[in-house]
């Protein structure tokens, strides 16, 4: 039809300045109608067909390359990218952090007990989390003491094994960044103590729970829970346990990993008739290290524990405790999920 109309120069210059100008645009191009006439075909001279013929080689030249799919997977989702010290700290610092953990952590006290000896206790604790659905997580802790217990009197002799076992769980919601969170759960009482001066082997239980507030450089919050174990007698007969036990916790992140902090352990020993309390006071400084895929949290402190007397019973401590703390928080490995 072109030929026939017009001049055949004047027909080859219209339809290379067309497939000029569709090069040019081609993000204005819009696609067909499904229900739209097909296009009516002209004949295209060679120099068009062949610069035609160029068109569709560039096009399939520049095709763009799929675009990556986010890593949805457990373990990214975990816990935000450690893009800064502080960033790296507070993942360290959370207790409610859904990464595998573990945590190492030795509490000195001398003067314990009626002959003034020295105690050790060494907690060992693995931190195991769980996605339960994409808002909520479950994070266990298994807590594990180790204890050298001095003699507490000229018939009973020092002794060194476990003590009871404490596993505890907090569901929580899985907040990221900064602002409020909160954690309940159960926690238990094993009877797996070695020796009746370790613990108290009765099967036993009650209520945990977490509440803590998250801004920049600062984590400030408490851990509480209550623990029953027995019916009859007290603590100090080794017989029952009814104690609260409550942990403020304050950190604050400078620079470089390094930090400052206070975890006191209060508690309070329902059993006895007078010296139920002990209320440390103290603090201490710590530092967070990434070395590879773990971060490397380690910390000391020192307590002062005769603010209210020395306590009997379940809690036995002395004067001071000197507390070293060593946490390895596995930044790579995978959290499972139930999604």
Same mark, same amino acid.
């Given at each position: ?5 017009? +001049? $055949? ?6 339809m ?27 004949a ?9 013929a ?15 799919? =986010? /890593?949805r ?5 975990a ?5 800064? /010290? ?19 952590e ?9 002959l ?14 769980? $996605?339960?659905?994409? /808002?909520f997580?479950?994070?266990?802790? !298994? ?8 003699a507490?009197? +000229? ?27 909160w954690?309940?759960g +159960?926690?238990?009482?094993l ?7 370790l ?13 803590l ?25 080794? /017989? ?32 006895? +008739?007078d010296?139920?309390w ?10 967070v290290? =990434?070395?590879?895929d773990?971060?490397v ?10 603010? *209210?007397?020395?306590? *009997?019973g ?5 004067? !001071?405790?000197?507390?070293?703390? *060593?946490?390895?928080i ?10």
């Amino acid at each position: 039809m072109c030929e026939r109309s017009l +001049p $055949r120069n004047i027909c080859t210059t219209a339809m290379a300045f067309v497939t000029v100008f569709g090069l040019a645009t081609p993000s204005s191009a819009q696609p067909a109608p499904k229900n739209a006439d097909p296009p009516i075909a002209f004949a295209a001279p060679p120099s068009a067909q062949s610069a035609n013929a160029q068109i569709v080689d560039v096009k399939k030249k520049k095709k763009s390359a799929p675009t990556p799919r =986010p /890593d949805r997977s457990a373990a990214a989702m975990a816990a935000p990218p450690a893009t800064s /010290d502080n960033a790296a700290a507070r993942q360290a610092q959370n207790p409610l952090t859904p990464l595998y953990s573990i945590i190492n952590e030795n509490d000195t006290s001398p003067g314990v007990g009626p002959l003034r000896r020295t105690q050790n206790v060494l907690l060992i604790e693995p931190v195991i989390p769980i $996605r339960l659905t994409p /808002d909520f997580n479950l994070v266990t802790r !298994w807590i594990t003491p180790v204890v050298r217990q001095p003699a507490l009197a +000229p018939t009973i002799g020092s002794e060194f094994g476990l003590g009871n076992i404490q596993p505890q769980f907090f569901f929580t919601p899985a907040l990221q960044g900064d602002g409020f969170v909160w954690s309940l759960g +159960p926690n238990f009482w094993l009877p797996t103590a070695t020796d009746k001066t370790l613990g108290i082997n009765k099967w036993g239980g009650g209520p945990t729970a977490v509440a803590l507030w998250v801004e920049g450089p600062l984590i400030a919050g408490v851990l509480a829970s209550n623990t029953w174990a027995g019916s009859h007698g007290s603590s100090l007969t080794g /017989d029952r346990v009814n104690q609260l036990f409550v942990e403020p916790f304050f950190f604050y992140n400078v620079s470089a990993g390094w930090y400052f902090c206070s975890l006191p352990y209060i508690t309070a020993d329902w059993t006895v +008739p007078d010296h139920k309390w002990t209320v440390p006071v103290g603090g201490g400084l710590g530092r967070v290290l =990434p070395v590879g895929d773990v971060l490397v949290n380690t910390r000391f402190e020192a307590y002062y524990n005769g603010l *209210l007397g020395h306590a *009997l019973g379940a809690t036995n401590a002395g004067n !001071w405790t000197a507390r070293f703390t *060593l946490h390895f928080i596995l930044t790579g490995a995978k959290v499972p999920t139930l999604f």
